[in-house]
Nanobody, 128 residues
Framework: QVQLVESGGGLVQAGGSLRLACAAS????????MGWFRQAPGKEREFVAA????????YDSDSMKGRFTISRDNDKNTVYLQMNRLKPEDTAVYFC?????????????????????WGQGTQVTVSS
């Protein structure tokens, strides 16, 4: 079973940047396709970005495309989310997740139901 711990959240002004990190432990990191999701107050959790086990394929939500970039370092057991040109509507708790049932080295999981393990989340607040 893998444990996930997010870091890097905080308060930033609109137009600024943040880099979130998610450190994994307790499992073989490259066995998992990884994803980032977010949940704003009163809203459902939504997909942000995901990356394949190899790191060679990624998929971003249309609403964040071009601003957010997901990456991973399999040697460091860490997945990252670089967030640029942040907007107040990006304010949310950001969650890291791992999908352990993926066999394909290049599959990207985008559905919440595909993910088995979740971190506790890190708060991102963007002021206007």
């Amino acid at each position: 079973q893998v444990q996930l711990v997010e870091s890097g959240g905080g308060l930033v002004q609109a137009g600024g940047s943040l880099r979130l990190a998610c450190a994994a432990s307790g499992g073989t990191f490259n066995r998992y396709t990884m994803g980032w999701f977010r949940q704003a107050p009163g809203k459902e959790r939504e997909f942000v970005a995901a990356i394949s086990r190899s790191g060679g394929r990624t998929y971003d939500s249309d609403s964040m495309k071009g601003r957010f970039t997901i990456s991973r370092d399999n040697d460091k057991n860490t997945v990252y989310l670089q967030m640029n040109r942040l907007k107040p509507e990006d304010t949310a708790v950001y969650f890291c997740a791992a999908a352990g049932s993926v066999v394909s080295w290049d599959y990207v999981a985008t559905q919440i139901s595909e993910y088995d393990y979740w971190g506790q989340g890190t708060q991102v607040t963007v002021s206007s």
